[in-house]
């Protein structure tokens, strides 16, 4: 995160053909910026009308510098946190649970309350009977070629009921645990879906990502998405935005007691605790 200013400046990034803000280390840097869409552009004029300037749309990141004190903008929602599934990149290391799931809890706060395959939110999921009923507990690994991870948090991820049924009994490819999303597919604005490794390929086809009708529920996400913008942007606060949000109940892991946790200081950083101490972003 960067100290929201009161007064910002903005340029065209020549390299992304985007906005950026000029005192915006994160845009200035990374030029992870959406594209102006429609409601964008509204938004922007409404800003101007008011004195403010313009405003941009973080995608892969959320910085504080790049909306208004009055007005929010929501991330680019198919977009994963820049990070692996691999052990060096997990904040949490619970350990002892004889069965696989009694990590739910922890792998749902490891990520982000999100599929780790589609990028399905438990907020999407309408059929839900609670809040994360459509998801579950899957091994990386699966457990007749890892037998003896079945019930190690490291080879674990969260994803949803549908992407675990068509994964099935296969195993990850090895670059597809050790390399962040990012690097092997990328989800674009028009809900499809492009393969940029022959891995990412394979996650593409093996739970169907570019199946008509997959493609269609994304688009179905975006179109929500810029409906919330507009609303926020008229000053309303838009019931479209809670399916950007963090869930309105979240669990405070430090209660669950593990009979090992080799990464104690990922407690702190829970999504719990980031809201106990007023750092968890809006909108995700």
Not at 102 to 119: A, G, I, N, Q, T
Not at 234 to 259: V, W
Request: with cysteine; aromatic share 8%; net charge neutral.
């Amino acid at each position: 995160m960067v100290q929201r200013t009161p007064q910002r400046t903005w340029r065209v990034n020549p390299l992304f053909g985007m906005l950026a803000a000029s005192n915006c280390s994160p845009c200035a840097l990374t030029g992870h910026l959406a594209p102006l869409r429609p409601e964008s552009l509204m938004l922007s004029r409404s800003l101007k009308e008011q004195g403010l300037g313009l405003v941009c749309t973080p995608a892969t990141i959320y910085c504080e510098s790049c909306y208004s004190p009055s007005v929010h903008s929501i991330p680019f929602p198919f977009t994963e946190l820049n990070r692996s599934l691999a052990p060096n990149d997990r904040r949490h290391g619970p350990s002892g649970y004889s069965e696989y799931s009694s990590y739910k809890p922890w792998l749902r706060d490891e990520y982000d309350f999100r599929c780790v395959y589609c990028l399905a939110r438990e907020a999407w999921d309408l059929n839900a009977t609670s809040a994360a009923s459509g998801f579950g507990v899957d091994h990386m690994r699966s457990q007749h070629d890892a037998p003896d991870e079945v019930t190690n948090y490291d080879n674990l991820c969260y994803c949803c009921n549908e992407c675990n049924r068509q994964k099935g009994a296969k195993s990850l490819p090895e670059r597809l645990i050790k390399e962040p999303l990012a690097t092997h597919l990328r989800f674009n604005e028009d809900g499809s879906v492009e393969a940029l490794t022959k891995e990412g390929a394979w996650l593409r086809d093996c739970v169907f990502l570019a199946h008509p009708e997959a493609v269609q529920r994304r688009q179905l996400i975006l179109d929500l998405r810029s409906a919330a913008m507009a609303d926020l942007a008229a000053g309303h606060d838009s019931p479209k935005a809670r399916m950007f949000q963090y869930p309105s109940e979240l669990e405070n892991l430090a209660t669950r007691n593990p009979p090992k946790n080799s990464r104690m200081a990922g407690l702190e950083d829970s999504a719990w605790a980031r809201r106990e101490r007023g750092e968890l972003s809006r909108f995700f």
